[in-house]
């Protein structure tokens, strides 16, 4: 009895060796399908040996099958808990694979056993998945200790800033994000909108502009961002255009109307923003602030009777106008 159990447990092992290797020889190859197939095999000799599964899931990471990869980590795991390479990769796979806990568990894991320098950055990713801000910035602090090259660890402590409306700390973080890793176009735009939030008008156009010359989709949002800061800082030339290259796509917005003809009353052109206010009215008859516009820009231009007449029947319509009335402003405060 001895000598059988002695035996089969030698076949076992020569058998689990030679389908190992040649899984390896497939999978050092690129045939991962090959090499999952045979490393399979060779677990269904040995179903506890922590380099077959571990190579098996290596096999299914490279083909993309991301949770049956953790599931072979796992159990390699729980063969062999003091391996780093299936530590590191576990903890790297439940993060890639949104298993936010399970992560941080495991980089906590690698933290102990001092595998590594990512544990940090796993940990603060994961915190910030889960919307935990003020802990997803304790561990980008350490993560940036630990790899300052890494441009995702500002970022990532950029947006949780931005997340609890800590817009100047945000824009720096941003900087600094972007200053590791240029070829982010979606960053600059982030870090634009950032400072058009703070507000810093010039610093948003030149993070606009460089996310545009990196290939940044010019969308009707980013146009109308880029235009907003650039009538803001009295660019009305380029802010005017801007909007007008949206108006195009949109030509029923009213919000757009209403900012083109804002721009148009700002630098004087009176008329130019009466017809703009008048397509509002056109849209939307009921418009009382458009309506008391219009007689402001009649005052304007000279004709205040006619002009007063509009801006007391917009009050009529909104009596909460009278107010902007007495105060001699506009609606919006402006």
Same mark, same amino acid.
């Given at each position: 009895?001895?000598?059988?159990?002695?035996?089969?447990?030698?076949?076992?092992? &020569?058998?689990?060796?030679?389908?190992?290797?040649?899984?390896?020889?497939?999978?050092?190859?690129?045939? +991962?399908?090959?090499?999952?197939?045979?490393? #399979?095999?060779? #677990?269904?000799?040995?179903?506890? &040996?922590?380099?077959?599964?571990?190579?098996?899931?290596? =096999?299914?990471?490279?083909?993309?099958? $991301?949770?049956?990869? *953790?599931?072979?980590?796992?159990? @390699?795991?729980?063969?062999?808990?003091?391996?780093?390479?299936?530590?590191?990769?576990?903890?790297?796979?439940?993060?890639?694979?949104?298993?936010?806990? &399970? #992560?941080?568990?495991? #980089?906590?894991?690698?933290?102990?056993? *001092?595998?590594?320098?990512?544990?940090?950055?796993?940990?603060?990713?994961?915190?910030?998945?889960?919307?935990?801000?003020?802990?997803?910035?304790?561990?980008?602090?350490?993560? +940036?200790?630990?790899?300052?090259? *890494?441009?995702?660890?500002?970022?990532?402590?950029? !947006?949780?800033?931005?997340?609890? =409306?800590?817009?100047?700390?945000?824009?720096?973080? +941003?900087?600094? @994000?972007?200053? *590791?890793?240029?070829?982010?176009?979606?960053?600059?735009?982030?870090?634009?909108?950032?400072?058009? @939030?703070?507000?810093?008008?010039?610093? @948003?156009? $030149?993070?606009?502009? !460089?996310?545009?010359?990196?290939?940044?989709? !010019?969308?009707?949002?980013?146009?109308?961002?880029?235009?907003?800061?650039?009538?803001?800082?009295?660019?009305?030339?380029?802010?005017?255009?801007?909007?007008?290259?949206?108006?195009?796509?949109?030509?029923?917005?009213?919000?757009?109307?209403?900012?083109?003809?804002?721009?148009?009353?700002?630098?004087?052109? $009176?008329?130019?923003?009466?017809? $703009?206010?008048?397509?509002?009215?056109?849209?939307?008859?009921?418009?009382?602030?458009?309506?008391?516009?219009?007689?402001? =820009?009649?005052?304007?231009?000279?004709?205040?009777?006619?002009?007063?007449?509009?801006?007391?029947?917009?009050?009529?319509? &909104?009596?909460?106008?009278?107010?902007?009335?007495?105060?001699?402003?506009?609606?919006?405060?402006?």
């Amino acid at each position: 009895m001895l000598g059988l159990v002695s035996n089969i447990t030698f076949a076992q092992t &020569d058998s689990t060796d030679f389908y190992f290797k040649k899984g390896t020889a497939e999978k050092e190859a690129r045939r +991962f399908r090959e090499a999952e197939k045979n490393f #399979a095999k060779a #677990a269904s000799f040995s179903p506890t &040996d922590a380099k077959v599964l571990t190579s098996w899931a290596q =096999s299914l990471q490279e083909q993309r099958r $991301y949770m049956e990869a *953790r599931e072979k980590y796992k159990a @390699a795991y729980a063969a062999d808990s003091k391996n780093p390479e299936v530590l590191e990769n576990l903890a790297n796979i439940s993060l890639n694979t949104r298993q936010w806990n &399970d #992560a941080i568990v495991y #980089a906590k894991k690698m933290q102990e056993a *001092r595998i590594g320098n990512s544990a940090n950055y796993i940990i603060a990713r994961s915190y910030y998945e889960q919307q935990n801000y003020g802990e997803c910035l304790k561990y980008c602090e350490l993560a +940036f200790k630990d790899d300052p090259k *890494r441009a995702e660890t500002p970022y990532i402590a950029g !947006r949780s800033l931005v997340e609890m =409306s800590n817009y100047k700390k945000a824009a720096g973080c +941003f900087e600094q @994000a972007i200053e *590791r890793d240029s070829s982010k176009a979606g960053w600059m735009y982030e870090a634009g909108l950032v400072y058009y @939030a703070i507000p810093d008008d010039k610093k @948003a156009i $030149y993070w606009f502009e !460089r996310a545009a010359a990196k290939g940044y989709t !010019r969308s009707n949002d980013f146009i109308e961002n880029l235009a907003n800061a650039y009538l803001n800082t009295k660019n009305y030339e380029k802010g005017l255009a801007l909007l007008q290259e949206v108006l195009v796509r949109k030509p029923q917005d009213q919000e757009l109307l209403y900012n083109i003809a804002d721009a148009y009353y700002q630098t004087g052109k $009176y008329d130019d923003a009466i017809s $703009y206010w008048d397509k509002i009215l056109a849209i939307d008859k009921q418009n009382a602030s458009s309506l008391y516009m219009i007689g402001l =820009s009649y005052q304007k231009k000279g004709e205040k009777e006619k002009g007063q007449q509009l801006c007391d029947r917009a009050i009529e319509m &909104d009596p909460s106008l009278k107010k902007l009335k007495e105060e001699k402003k506009m609606p919006g405060g402006i």
